[in-house]
């Protein structure tokens, strides 16, 4: 039997996270079962390690819910392009001979009316937690439900979703495996002190991922006498949401810390971020699915420290892989960052333990297993 066609649709065309996970299932499937068509939203650097690796990659406006489109005016704009999205993915998948559809992000719309025309599966992979949007959640809820499988990267994400039986939980694999550079050619390579200590911050900045909360935690008691403690904060903030930015650095200059905060923008050399940093926080203020941030550098070895909610707990195990503190309190994070500046012994026992334990769970060889467990499944069914 030759092997069946399964279109990806994402939405972005990043190095991020969701982004590296796409990579790797697309790259990671068994040739003789299955063959990947990709359709991204823009030409970037996605696109081009796709291609690179082989994979036919199709760039065309998607319709993908932002959280700056949450509003009536905002859904409205997403209804028009999702619209103009139905029929031609639906088109598109009918002229490719798809056999199935997977949808990579539940903020990807258009799949479902794609593999509807072309009548074949839907897979609408979960990687959000839908708080603080309750007001659009029990429509968009049922909007979801009408696929074939929900695979949620996190029990938390499946929580959402009660005891419906499309849910499964399939969390995320490992999609690099960084290794640390050495520490004084990091530092130097994003301009660090070579004798600070170094707390880094991954991910886009958002109002939401808690870039401010640790750049508020260096002005708490804990820390404020403590100048060689610095914020390395890498990423970028969505096109059009730069006030992120401007907030962020606003909040340092407020509390005199701007000296302490370094950012140095998306970085694709991670292994430079975790060779120079002494800690990696996750200080995420609202509940995270399961950001490849900490898994990445839980996998590298560093020591991390996170907010307790959404999937961080199923990554990060308090006081044996890492360290759990109250979400959007700066206090308490700058009190537990204070408490391993003091002890290295154990920041190094905490990133060891870190490294073994997401190298035997989190393989990319379990999460690709699963995939096309799921797909084969799906296809028998039909």
């Known amino acids: 039997m030759s092997p069946r066609t399964v279109l990806y649709l994402h939405s972005s065309a990043g190095r991020y996270g969701a982004d590296r996970q796409l990579h790797a299932i697309a790259t990671g499937l068994d040739p003789e079962r299955y063959v990947p068509l990709a359709v ?7 696109a081009h390690d796709l291609r690179h690796a082989g994979v036919d990659v199709l760039v065309r406006p998607l319709a993908v819910l932002r959280r700056a489109l949450m509003s009536p005016r905002g859904l409205g704009q997403v209804a028009r392009a999702l619209a103009a999205d139905a029929g031609g993915l639906g088109r598109l998948a009918r002229a490719r001979g798809v056999a199935l559809v997977h949808t990579n992000t539940s903020v990807t719309l258009g799949g479902a009316a794609a593999a509807r025309i072309a009548q074949v599966p839907h897979v609408w992979h979960v990687r959000e937690i839908y708080a603080g949007f309750e007001r659009w959640w029990p429509a968009y809820r049922r909007l979801l439900l009408t696929a074939d499988a929900l695979p949620c990267v996190s029990a938390a994400t499946a929580l959402q979703f009660g005891a419906a039986p499309q849910v499964t939980v399939l969390h995320d694999g490992l999609a690099t495996s960084p290794v640390p550079a050495e520490r ?23 109002g939401w991922k808690g870039q401010d909360v640790l750049v508020r935690a260096l002005g708490q008691e ?16 969505w096109r059009g949401e730069e006030r992120h930015l401007r907030t962020l650095l606003e909040t340092a200059a407020q509390l005199g810390v701007t000296s302490r905060v370094h950012h140095v923008g998306f970085r694709d050399d991670v ?19 399961f950001p ?11 020591c991390v420290v996170a907010s307790a909610h959404g999937g961080l707990p199923e990554l990060v ?26 002890a290295p012994e154990r920041r190094a026992a905490l990133g060891a333990g870190e490294r073994a334990d997401v190298g035997a769970r989190l393989t990319p060889a379990r999460m690709l297993a699963q995939v096309q467990g799921l797909y084969d499944a799906l296809v028998a069914g039909r």
């Open 271 to 289: 292994a430079t971020v975790y060779g120079a940093a002494d800690v990696v926080a996750v200080p995420s203020k609202q509940p995270d699915p």
């Open 292 to 302: 490849n941030a900490a898994l990445e550098a839980l996998a590298a070895g560093c």
């Open 222 to 237: 804990a820390l404020v006498s403590r100048p060689e403690v610095v914020a390395l904060v890498a990423g970028e903030p």
């Open 317 to 342: 195990r308090d006081g044996q892989t890492g360290v759990l503190v109250a979400p959007g309190d700066p206090v308490a994070l700058a009190e537990a960052l204070g408490r391993l500046r003091d």
């Open 184 to 206: 004084g050619a990091a530092r130097a390579a994003l301009g660090l002190p070579a004798d600070a200590f170094v707390v880094a911050v991954l991910g886009r900045i958002s």
């Open 40 to 46: 991204l939203p823009d030409d970037g650097p996605l």
